[in-house]
């Protein structure tokens, strides 16, 4: 299969997720998550027609961009974000997903501010309150809200969620459900600088399930690119 066969493939099975709850197919956003593709392997997913492209590396998303790696796709970071790193990816990532600490808020507000620029971000949820994990637990989500409402620089776009590893995808719906009703109950209320437009989940394994919940920005990676060989020397 080749990657635009896989996006439409991935398209079609958006689609019909997306009309069995009753939403509209259009309203779903395909991110591909491109970690360990190369800059040939990206633009093929931007010309088979993705809406943005994430990455997870720093260092990786730098090369590829000097590459020329995301000309027509929006660029989001969707990896954990390293405090000594984000004078790198404010302003170049439209969209910063894994907003996982007010320590880090704080830091990406600075630098934007510095910058003259208001930086995009989701905040992430530990929806599966895993210790290996980062992000806001459930309940501090509302408090996380109000803190970076108070920030200049800062606009939170919405939620991201990376729910624990499981053996089939059903597994994941509390997970995803549970998100769903934080994504709805917080997007109720109202707070400076925050809109609640996205909500990041779902991936190659659990997508069509992630939809079924609400999810309306999905993260594909091995769905369009194949399997990722690990251990093979970086492209
Ligand atoms: C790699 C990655 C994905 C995509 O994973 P696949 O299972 O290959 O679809 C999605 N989200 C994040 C944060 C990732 O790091």
């Not at 709850?21 to 027609?49: F, W």
């Not at 990896?79 to 790198?88: A, E, P, R």
């Not at 830091?107 to 930086?119: I, K, P």
Request: overall charge negative; some cysteine; hydrophobic content about 45%.
């Amino acid at each position: 299969m080749t990657i635009a066969e896989n996006v439409a493939l991935v398209r079609e099975n958006m689609a019909r997720a997306a009309r069995a709850a009753g939403r509209d197919p259009g309203e779903i956003l395909l991110l591909a998550a491109s970690k360990m593709n190369d800059a040939d392997r990206v633009r093929q997913a931007i010309l088979a027609g993705v809406d943005a492209c994430g990455e997870n590396r720093v260092q990786e998303m730098l090369e590829k961009q000097a590459q020329g790696a995301y000309e027509g796709a929006p660029l989001h970071f969707i990896g954990h974000l390293q405090k000594n790193k984000v004078k790198q990816v404010v302003g170049l990532a439209e969209l910063i997903h894994g907003a996982d600490s007010r320590e880090l808020l704080e830091t990406v507000s600075r630098v934007a501010e510095s910058r003259g620029l208001v930086q995009d971000v989701l905040l992430e949820v530990n929806i599966g309150g895993e210790l290996s994990k980062s992000g806001f637990a459930p309940e501090e989500v509302p408090a996380a809200l109000e803190y970076a409402a108070a920030l200049p620089a800062l606009r939170v776009r919405g939620l991201m969620a990376i729910p624990p590893v499981c053996a089939a995808p059903e597994e994941n719906r509390p997970f995803f459900l549970r998100m769903q009703k934080l994504f709805i109950d917080n997007g109720g209320k109202k707070y400076d600088n925050v809109s609640m437009d996205f909500l990041s989940m779902g991936m190659s394994g659990d997508y069509t399930e992630a939809i079924a919940c609400g999810a309306n920005l999905i993260r594909v990676g091995s769905g369009i690119f194949g399997p990722r060989h690990y251990g093979a020397p970086a492209p």
